[in-house]
């Protein structure tokens, strides 16, 4: 694949990433560097990246529990303090190596040490390889709201290898696939007509891996602080980042993934386009059809409702108070900032519950 050279930072491939990597390391002649790990890519990632990378200064891995829960500030203080004392300084380097919760964390613990330091993302899940390592948002949770603390800021190089979705869960690979299915979804029919052909037992990472990443790129190339076009990205994400929030809060409900959370979003999110903007019943039954393939329905109770909908009242889209969503005209054609009342909401909702 070849490299995509955005406006701030290349975005390397495979075998050709590594190289440049460690010519980048080697001309920048950094003081020290961290390998930033979860518990789970230090196991099964950083032996794998250890072996294709060009040691040629001090350093040393870290490493934090994996999952969500950890993506807050208490992780951060332990990081800072970590980082401190193995003597990192201004001209230190922090590869971030994980999954979209090491990038955000790592990305954020970077920018604000010593007011910033150099930092290069290697995603390992589907999810942070299409979208979250892509950007420069970097961010953490405070007080269950997602990414309510976060800067944006570029990495300096972002390494793409997929060899390292070869040890990634099927769960987590349908996370990644659900960013995949949204950023079809706004970009065109010809796009989410591909897409709806793969099946996601037999995922490899060709053109439409590809093109979604040149796709968020892109995006984020034309408006780097979500001033219009970058809203786009947020297509399901009112609901899902609500619904994430909630399961991850909520004992009687078990954790679900960023991805599956904003696959739900999109159905709840469809619907509401087929009211509000009279988005193709017909289309958005394809896609509904589609995204349940592939991810289990979760029926939520009135209270849930109530529940998840109070959360999107944190949401960061949102003005005034009023709950903003970005919804489709038809497949291609977003439309953002766009208020919808509550009783709307509770009724696509129960749309969700009841498909069949
Ligand atoms: N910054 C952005 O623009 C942006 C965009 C989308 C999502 N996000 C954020 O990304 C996060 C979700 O990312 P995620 O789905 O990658 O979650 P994650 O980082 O928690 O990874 C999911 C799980 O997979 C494990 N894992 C990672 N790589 C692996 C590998 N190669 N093999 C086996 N296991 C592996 C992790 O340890 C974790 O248990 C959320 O916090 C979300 O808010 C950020």
């Known amino acids: 694949m070849d490299s995509i050279i955005t406006n701030n930072y290349p975005i390397h491939f495979n075998n050709k990433a590594y190289e440049e990597l460690n010519i980048f390391v080697e001309k920048n002649n950094f003081s020290k560097i961290i390998v930033l790990t979860d518990s789970n890519t230090k196991l099964l990632c950083l032996e794998k990246f250890y072996s294709k990378f060009n040691k040629t200064c001090d350093i040393a891995n870290i490493s934090f529990n994996s999952g969500e829960k950890n993506k807050n500030l208490s992780t951060c203080e332990d990081l800072w303090t970590s980082i401190s004392d193995y003597g990192l300084d201004r001209s230190s380097l922090i590869i971030n190596l994980g999954g979209g919760v090491v990038t ?22 589907l999810l942070a390889m299409v979208d979250a390592s ?17 800067v944006i800021n570029n990495p300096s190089m972002v390494i793409i290898d997929s060899d390292f ?46 093109n979604s990443i040149l ?12 001033k219009g076009l970058r809203k786009f990205l947020n297509y399901g994400h009112t609901v899902g980042h609500a619904i994430e929030t909630y399961c991850l809060n909520t004992n009687s409900r078990k954790d679900l993934s960023h991805g599956h959370s904003i696959a739900l979003g999109m159905i709840i ?6 009211v509000i903007h009279n988005f193709n019943k017909k289309l ?37 108070g009023q709950i903003n969503f970005v ?30």
């Open 104 to 125: 955000d964390l790592g990305g954020f613990v970077a920018s604000t040490f010593m007011r910033g330091i150099q930092f290069i993302n290697v995603p390992t899940t």
């Open 134 to 150: 892509i950007g420069g948002k970097t961010g953490i949770d405070l007080n269950n709201i997602k990414n309510q603390i976060g």
């Open 165 to 210: 979705l070869e040890t990634l869960p099927l769960e987590e690979i349908k996370s990644g696939f659900s960013e995949m299915i949204k950023h079809s979804l706004i970009t065109g029919i010809k796009y989410w007509d591909s897409m709806k052909l793969i099946n996601i037992n037999t995922f490899c990472p060709g053109n439409c891996f590809f």
């Open 215 to 226: 796709i968020k790129s892109k995006i984020v190339d034309n408006d780097p602080f979500e």
């Open 269 to 274: 999110e469809g619907h509401l386009s087929t």
């Open 284 to 320: 958005n039954l394809e896609i509904n059809r589609f995204i349940l393939i592939n991810f289990e329905k979760i029926i939520f109770t009135d209270q849930e409702i109530e529940e998840i909908i109070k959360l999107m009242r944190f949401d960061k889209k949102n003005k005034n």
């Open 327 to 356: 919804l489709l005209k038809t497949v291609g054609e977003p439309v953002f900032d766009q208020k919808v009342d509550v009783n709307t909401i509770k009724k696509s909702f129960k749309f969700l519950n009841e498909f069949s």
